[in-house]
């Protein structure tokens, strides 16, 4: 059964500091990855998919990396900001998601 | 753009009551998903569906739940008798195709007393 961790659980920074969340999976046989953005009491927000195909994606101030054979995603936010503070989920794809228990993250101004 | 949208989106109910939880996907897309957050855990997977029919399903998902498109936009999830761990955020989720992301709904928080 796959299983999903993120490390740390929680995290502060202060303001404009550059950080890495870490998501980590057992079993390598995915199609894809997902990093959702979660405020709370609210939905899911997509912040990057990354094919099996790929090694990274892009988008704005975060860039999102998949190595499959180590059963690793690593989510980099560049120069943080306040309003970055949210619960940060990753998720396996193959016939379903198979969701982190998220990484709550708090930017302090 | 187009989003899936959930109602109602708090749910407060009875022990014992049915309960049933509505999605409108977004028009095109073929594959429909509910997954649950009980407060403080993980996004659960509870069920697909494709064709009409459940293409796959967890161990959550016993007999006392069960999904449904009563027509071309609805969505929805029952749950025939609610127990107090049935108190959770549910949402729900679409796609287009097979391999495509999904796209998920804001959610309702189910209350059970």
């Known amino acids: 059964k796959q299983e999903v961790t993120q490390i740390p659980a929680a995290l502060s920074v202060p303001e404009g500091e550059n950080l890495v969340l870490n998501c980590s999976f057992t079993d390598s046989a995915i199609y894809n990855l997902q990093w959702f953005r979660q405020d709370p009491g609210k939905g899911l927000t997509s912040l990057l998919l990354i094919q099996s195909s790929q090694r990274e994606q892009t988008s704005g101030r975060l860039n999102a990396s998949l190595d499959k054979s180590s059963g690793r995603s690593t989510l980099y936010i560049a120069a943080s900001q306040p309003g970055d503070s949210a619960t940060y989920l990753c998720a396996v794809i193959r016939n379903q998601f198979y969701f982190g228990t998220g990484t709550s993250l708090t930017v302090i101004p | 753009e187009p989003e899936v949208t959930q109602t109602p989106s708090h749910q407060v109910t009875q022990m014992g009551q049915e309960v049933i939880l509505r999605c409108v996907p977004i028009s095109n897309h073929l594959y429909f998903y509910w997954y649950r957050q009980i407060l403080g855990q993980k996004v659960e997977f509870l069920v697909s569906?494709?064709?009409?029919?459940?293409?796959?399903k967890s161990e959550i998902f016993d007999d006392q739940f069960s999904v449904e498109r009563p027509d071309g936009s609805n969505f929805t999830l029952k749950i025939r008798s609610t127990k107090l761990e049935d108190s959770a955020m549910y949402f729900c989720a679409s796609k287009p195709g097979s391999i495509d992301t999904q796209y998920f709904g804001p959610g309702t928080r189910l209350t059970v007393l």
């Open positions: 569906f494709y064709n009409n029919e459940i293409s796959e």
